[in-house]
């Protein structure tokens, strides 16, 4: 019976506490729930933002690579979609998509322009490496050769090895035969086809070793030279863009 008086007392003493201090508990509690709203509507609304970016891309036409005659305007809705919708996963694919619109249409220095804002924008992104490739691809395809042999000679050397390797170790081997460095080019064909599978890159890199040793066959007597990187494991494709900067349009 005392315990029962006891809690009884207790529960009144809680009420009084609660009526004198009304208040202050209603200020705590608007607050709790606009803390607890705001942090909704941002979830909701980031969730919101990320589902509409997904449809305006996805609302573009022409890929890229799907024009036969493509333009510098075809990259127009994607800068667009880059700019509304900039830190959405769509953001970042469409402005990557720019790049590569852009260089198709033979647009190198607005291509590159586009290749650099993602790697500012996204650094550390998964495709970081496929923007770099686009930055090495564009300053070739502008004519500057020299700068493009030390993009591609730095991703080879400096970044994690992945489905870009193989473009990369091609277009720097070309660009070496360009300049009548075959020593050079050898060794990157030597990776391309040590991976010894039916791939596109080491068919043809097979066949541009066969046409140097022809034209240059002492080559075949020289010393093994030091390539820039070990060969390039097999690692999983990143996700799609629709861009090939192999070779810049003629």
């Known amino acids: 019976m005392d315990k029962e008086i006891k809690h009884e ?16 508990l209603m200020m705590v509690l608007i607050a709790v729930v606009v803390v607890g709203g705001g942090i909704g509507f941002s979830i909701w609304n980031k969730g919101h933002h990320e589902e509409v970016a997904n449809e305006a891309l996805a609302n573009i036409k022409d890929r890229p690579g799907s024009r036969e005659n493509p333009t510098a305007a075809d990259a127009a ?8 919708y900039a830190g959405t996963a ?4 469409a402005r990557l998509m720019a790049g590569g619109a852009l260089f198709e249409a033979g647009s190198f220095k607005e291509a590159k322009e586009q290749f650099d804002k993602f790697l500012q924008e996204n650094p550390s992104h998964p495709m970081a490496n496929e923007a770099l490739l686009g930055v090495a691809a564009s300053l070739e395809g502008d004519g500057k050769s020299a700068d493009a042999i030390a993009r591609y000679e730095d991703l080879i050397k400096h970044h994690v ?3 870009t390797g193989p473009q990369a170790r091609t277009a720097l081997a070309r660009l070496y035969m360009a300049e009548n460095r075959p020593e050079d080019a050898l060794p990157l064909y030597d990776e391309l086809t040590r991976v010894n599978n039916n791939e596109s890159w080491t068919i043809e890199a097979e066949i541009e070793r066969q046409e140097l040793f022809a034209k240059y066959p002492n080559l075949k007597k020289a010393p093994a030279l030091k390539a820039l990187a070990p060969a390039p494991t097999p690692s999983p494709a990143p996700a799609q863009t629709n861009i090939t900067l192999l070779k810049p349009p003629q």
């Open 77 to 84: 809705p994607y800068v667009q979609v880059a700019n509304d």
């Open 161 to 163: 090895a992945d489905t």
């Open 90 to 93: 769509a953001g970042i694919r």
């Open 9 to 24: 007392a207790d529960f009144y003493q809680l009420v009084a506490w609660a009526h004198a201090n009304r208040k202050r």
